[in-house]
């Protein structure tokens, strides 16, 4: 059993950065591949990005592709999502899964464990 806490998440300006940080608990992350999902009000949860269990690859949706940047600390047992350049249309709750395969997947049904999430707001 893994147990994932979201943490970084806040109230930022457009334009502006945040961090956003996956810790786990109960096993160690090196041999899951880690996602970040993303929730906002009255839409269906989407795909941000993930990476693979060696860190070596990664996969950004296209929307924020150039601004977001996954990364994976396994010495800390973390995962790391910096959004920079941030836009009112960001707003939602990030979420962080764990996949227990080994492909690279966007698909939300395909992640075995999830965090509570972390509220993302960015103001115009």
């Known amino acids: 059993q893994v147990q994932l806490v979201e943490s970084g998440g806040g109230l930022v300006q457009a334009g502006g950065s945040l961090r956003l940080s996956c810790a786990a608990s109960g096993r160690t992350l090196s041999s899951y591949v880690m996602g970040w999902f993303r929730q906002a009000p009255g839409k269906e949860r989407e795909f941000v990005a993930a990476?693979?269990?060696?860190?070596?690859?990664?996969y950004h949706a296209d929307s924020v592709k150039g601004r977001f940047t996954i990364s994976r600390d396994d010495a800390k047992n973390t995962v790391y999502l910096q959004m920079n350049s941030l836009k009112p249309e960001d707003t939602a709750i990030y979420y962080c899964?764990?996949?227990?395969?080994?492909?690279?997947?966007?698909?939300?049904?395909?992640?075995?464990?999830w965090g509570q999430g972390t509220q993302v707001t960015v103001s115009s």
């Open positions: 899964a764990a996949d227990r395969t080994v492909v690279l997947d966007t698909r939300v049904n395909e992640y075995d464990y």
């Open positions: 990476i693979n269990w060696t860190g070596r690859r990664t």
